[in-house]
């Protein structure tokens, strides 16, 4: 995905620093806002991965700094439940603005929460999807020190240790989670909703969500998030949570899947992109998506081909097409082609033109089995053929490369 880093204004004139999460080449087939955990920012790791999800099914996302939270303005103890909600709802005016309205509210922990109190005066919103978010807001003073929670009530402010860090925050804090009835917010929500929590969840325990599910109004879904904990700390939890609700989002949300303005077939325009870390490599070749990666052992992930997996296909994509454009055009009875190949780097000792004569080079087996009720002369001769492939030639060519940085 793409990200760029934006700034808007809330309510009260504060700069919230935001970033808008976009697909790879593709004009978005629509747009999301991502509430990030109390006390959380926008970049945090799950937060990231499962907009990467999201984008590579053609959403693009916008995630943002609450006050006081980040690398955004104001004073984090002078905020509120409610603010957070105005900050949604000023994040979604920005984006209206700037883009188009969000259809999609997504909302982490206290976040969650935020959503579903922000979808109601969000009128573009079409659907809203929680994790692990806590089904009464004053259910959130049960999973804060005992000792800073009597603090706010008796002086009026408390600091309170995130294990990251320490925030101080004021008793308008309690008293704004309070007021909330959240019960009511998802009775009257009306949306489809997709409630996303963990059985082993220690922060927002897995009955909030059974009490968020029995409230909501049809269309609403469950999905549990099995083994994972309270902020999707492994990055398999937070990808997989991605990717289901990008397919949930698809279905409930009529997103047009015609708003492609990529490269236009026939163009040969190929675009890699890679983040910050790991290998995972969005691709998009004339419209079509693939990711690569490498191999655990080389330190990938193994979420898609390698490069040369990905070189060595194509040889055998093509070899394969070139050999049934060919039966066609001679009326053979082919029934199918099947063709296996290896590469690996080999020593060519005997070089006689190499500077190096140790020096390595790309050894490709190709192993062609053509079905059908063909002569063994003809056999023969489609062997010949697939020799004519043209990333065949191109492989066994030299090949002109230009590089240049784009300014």
């Not at 926008?42 to 991965?49: E, F, R």
């Not at 990467?52 to 006050?67: K, N, S, Y």
């Not at 289901?244 to 026939?266: C, D, I, R």
């Amino acid at each position: 995905m793409q990200s760029e880093k934006l700034y808007f204004t809330n309510s009260d004139g504060k700069r919230l620093a935001a970033r808008l999460d976009m697909p790879l080449e593709q004009k978005p087939i629509g747009f999301a806002l991502f509430a990030h955990c109390f006390t959380c920012t926008k970049n945090l790791n799950p937060v990231v991965n499962i907009n990467r999800a999201l984008t590579l099914q053609g959403l693009a996302v916008l995630r943002f700094d609450f006050t006081g939270l980040g690398e955004s303005e104001g004073d984090f103890s002078q905020t509120d439940f409610s603010s957070n909600v105005s900050d949604l709802v000023s994040a979604a005016q920005f984006l209206a603005k700037t883009h188009e309205p969000p259809k999609l509210l997504i909302g982490h922990s206290l976040g969650g929460a935020a959503v579903i109190q922000a979808a109601r005066k969000i009128e573009s919103v079409r659907g809203v999807c929680t994790i692990a978010a806590p089904s009464e807001l004053s259910g959130v003073l049960d999973f804060m020190d005992a000792a800073a929670v009597e603090r706010l009530e008796k002086e009026g402010e408390a600091l309170i240790d995130t294990g990251a860090k320490v925030f101080k925050i004021r008793k308008q804090f309690i008293e704004s989670l309070r007021l909330e009835n959240m019960n009511e917010a998802i009775k009257n929500l009306r949306k489809p909703l997709l409630i996303f929590h963990s059985p082993l969840d220690r922060v927002v325990s897995i009955d909030h969500a059974a009490k968020i599910f029995a409230a909501a109004k049809h269309p609403k879904s469950f999905v549990s998030l099995d083994r994972a904990d309270h902020l999707l700390s492994k990055r398999e939890d937070s990808l997989y949570a991605g990717q289901v609700l990008a397919a949930w989002a698809t279905k409930y949300l009529e997103f047009s899947q015609k708003k492609f303005t990529g490269s236009k077939p026939g163009d040969n325009r190929v675009t890699a992109y890679i983040g910050k870390t790991g290998f995972g490599t969005e691709i998009i070749a004339n419209g079509h998506k693939l990711t690569a990666d490498e191999p655990v052992e080389v330190g990938g992930e193994n979420r898609g081909p390698s490069p040369y997996d990905l070189l060595t296909a194509s040889l055998g994509a093509c070899t394969a097409m070139t050999l049934r454009l060919y039966a066609d055009r001679k009326k053979l009875p082919l029934e199918g082609v099947v063709v296996k190949l290896s590469h690996e780097k080999i020593h060519l000792n005997d070089c006689k033109d190499c500077e190096d004569p140790g020096s390595r080079i790309d050894y490709i087996e190709r192993e062609i089995e053509l079905q059908g009720d063909l002569s063994r002369s003809t056999r023969e001769r489609m062997l010949e053929i697939a020799d004519r492939c043209p990333v065949h030639r191109t492989l066994q060519s030299r090949s002109k490369i230009v590089s240049k940085l784009k300014e």
